[in-house]
């Protein structure tokens, strides 16, 4: 879709006019694919602030075919060292491009270097952050995509639980096994991430890494895992629980239900983010387990599965409408086991659309 690209471009052409850059050379490869479409592994664009017809797309001969289908509005240069043929090509033109913008949160020190003794008289200008801030709110095609990623994995683990994929003998990479392939049987083109499956003990580690743990009866499942859809990521977590819970077990999960539900009502247009940590948070510090709930509550995803916004206790901004987020508090109690319960949201204007769908009721497997 290159008019969607197109105004992409153009918005950001605000940005460029704004930090006085000639032109911004984007090497960041995500930001390369949310700006043209390009999905490959190797490219660079140079973005003119003012001419769309002098902005140029380069990568290299492996993806000739590919770009020429991905990015059939750009001119297109092939060269192996993208970054560095836009360079000289500016340098070439030195008069036109007397300040070129870079990302400078993802250019290293020695590509710096390299990048200023091609660019001669041309002065390289830091300009870090200006296309992830246009990322943060996303379009409705993006939305889409977020909502089919959502839903691969929503599918994925009714089948999981539907076939008794989660029950005592099984090992929790074998879990994390068969959830991945089952999202790729509903449409998605691999996981978010490495999907986190912990058990018993090991549910109260927030990021624990699947292992040859065997799950045990009476034990908490956390399961943290996500789709990819056209390049967009979801990102939802349940807690289930082998045979009949304990008390304990159904206090700390409604515990952490009501902090869910807490911080999923406050994200709302113009809410602040400290704020929204805030409301969920202070459920969970109410009940004597704020020591427990040791991360963020949530952040932006998107083409990232961790992009902008942040919603954390030290957190500065407010939301806007068309910004998905998640919404995850947890408490973890070492050596016992932990509950997260996490959705993918996007902020409306009355309510959040919540695209994660599975039930947050404690599920008994």
């Known amino acids: 879709m290159p008019e969607l690209q197109l105004a992409r471009r153009d918005a950001l052409r605000a940005e460029l006019r704004e930090a006085d850059v000639a032109a911004l050379l984007v090497t960041d490869l995500v930001n390369i694919r949310y700006l043209t479409g ?49 360079l000289k090509r500016a340098a070439g033109q030195v008069g036109s491009y007397r300040r070129v913008g ?153 515990l952490v239900h009501q902090a869910q539900a807490s911080g999923v009502a406050a994200v709302l247009p113009a809410g602040d983010l400290a704020e929204i940590d805030k409301a969920a948070r202070q459920v969970i510090e109410q009940a004597g387990h704020g020591e427990e709930f040791s991360h963020p509550l949530g952040h932006g995803v998107g083409l990232q599965i961790h992009e902008a916004p942040r919603l954390a206790y030290n957190a500065a901004g407010t939301l806007s409408v068309g910004m998905t987020v998640t919404v995850e508090p947890g408490v973890y109690l070492a050596g016992r086991g932990g509950v997260r319960i996490e959705d993918t949201l996007v902020v409306r204007e009355s309510a959040p659309e919540i695209l994660t769908l599975s039930s947050k009721e404690l599920v008994a497997v």
């Not at 660079?44 to 993806?63: K, S």
Request: proline residues 4%; negative net charge; aromatic residues 6%.
């Open 38 to 86: 390009f999905s490959g592994s190797n490219a660079a664009l140079l973005l003119h602030a003012e001419d769309e017809q002098r902005t140029v797309f380069c990568t290299d001969g492996r993806y000739t075919t590919q770009s020429a289908a991905e990015v059939p509005d750009l001119e297109r240069v092939t060269d192996r060292e993208s970054a560095a043929a836009l």
């Open 102 to 254: 870079f990302e400078s949160h993802h250019v290293s020190v020695e590509s710096y270097h390299t990048y200023a003794a091609i660019a001669g008289g041309i002065e390289l200008a830091r300009t870090p952050g200006r296309v992830e801030r246009l990322r943060m709110v996303k379009d409705e095609t993006e939305i889409s995509a977020l909502r089919a990623a959502c839903a691969a994995a929503d599918r994925a683990l009714a089948d999981l639980l539907e076939r008794g994929g989660i029950r005592p003998g099984r090992t929790e990479r074998e879990v994390a096994r068969e959830l991945e392939n089952l999202m790729l049987d509903h449409g998605s083109t691999g996981p978010s991430f490495d999907s986190i499956v912990a058990a018993g003990a090991n549910s109260a580690i927030p990021h624990h890494a699947p292992t040859g743990k065997v799950l045990g009866p009476g034990e908490f499942v956390k399961l943290d895992f996500g789709a990819t859809v056209d390049g967009y990521h979801s990102d939802m977590t349940r807690t289930v629980v082998i045979g009949r819970p304990a008390d304990w077990q159904r206090e700390l999960y409604e």
